[in-house]
């Protein structure tokens, strides 16, 4: 189901499922890349396991959730805020937080603001690591994209990098699909998206403290966060586990949801 609340005068809005059983449940938070929306983790959300509860909101400025103040400056930390303010909503002390890519960074956010409000963490297809000096210039130059051509142009300028080759190449349902969710963002959401992305902080150091339970997940032709930087991350945690998926790009729970949710339901029931 679809709900929303205000948070600040600004609409928060997140998509709710539960799993089949007993009330008392766990529960999951569902963060997605750029620049997409809640509504990518559908694929999560349809087969959520017994005894949980699986909630993805649409981060600040994408899907239905409003910008803000868009004169402010733009952090990570705002989609940190906006997590936290839905736990609080929802009345949960903890949950385990899950981001793929851009819902990564905004996870590692949480855990620098709000560490004990983490109760176990899913990585998928991210980095710890800041952008460098060629990823901010590219950054900038994804501002011009936008300004010129819109979320479309955002968008082709992102496919190649965005999808794995074994899905551009046989899935066109899979890149109709993000296309549509793509060309669906306001456009504010992804210039301050951006700028936010460009902004973030390095949260390498925190690797080393992390102590909740911990899943690392990437897809085999992911182009942006590649296997061997995801074997480097999921190194630097204690007791974390990897997951590659074969034949799986960047957008990992949507190139291979069966893969995916395997690898989640599994790593749920035996660590939690
Ligand atoms: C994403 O998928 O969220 C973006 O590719 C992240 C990034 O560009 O760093």
Not at 82 to 90: E, G, M, R
Not at 109 to 125: I, K, M, Q, Y
Request: aromatic fraction near 6%.
């Amino acid at each position: 189901m679809r709900a929303q609340f205000q948070h600040h005068h600004r609409l928060i809005c997140y998509l709710d499922a539960a799993g089949p059983g007993p009330l008392e449940r766990q529960t999951l938070v569902l963060l997605h890349a750029f620049p997409l929306a809640a509504d990518m983790w559908q694929r999560q959300l349809g087969v959520v396991p017994a005894g949980w509860r699986f909630v993805a909101p649409d981060l600040r400025g994408f899907g239905e959730s409003s910008p803000g103040e868009t004169s402010a400056p733009a952090s990570i930390d705002d989609y940190a805020e906006d997590v936290v303010a839905l736990l609080d909503h929802l009345g949960l002390d903890r949950a385990v937080i899950a981001g793929l890519s851009m819902g990564g960074y905004a996870a590692f956010s949480v855990l620098r603001t709000a560490p004990a409000r983490v109760g176990g963490l899913v990585l998928a297809d991210t980095r710890a690591e800041a952008d460098g000096e060629s990823a901010r210039a590219s950054r900038d130059a994804m501002l011009e994209t936008l300004a010129r051509g819109g979320a479309s142009a955002v968008f082709e300028r992102m496919l190649p990098g965005l999808l794995g080759a074994t899905t551009r190449a046989s899935r066109s349902d899979v890149v109709d699909l993000v296309r549509k969710m793509a060309l669906s963002q306001p456009e504010e959401g992804i210039r301050r998206g951006i700028l936010r992305l460009k902004t973030r902080p390095d949260a390498t150091p925190l690797l080393a403290a992390i102590r909740c339970p911990t899943l690392v997940i990437v897809g085999d032709e992911d182009q942006i966060v590649g296997p061997d930087d995801a074997r480097q991350m999921h190194l630097q945690i204690a007791g974390a586990e990897l997951v590659m998926i074969g034949r799986d790009g960047h957008l990992s729970n949507l190139e291979r949801p069966d893969g995916f949710n395997a690898a989640l339901a599994r790593f749920l029931a035996e660590r939690f």
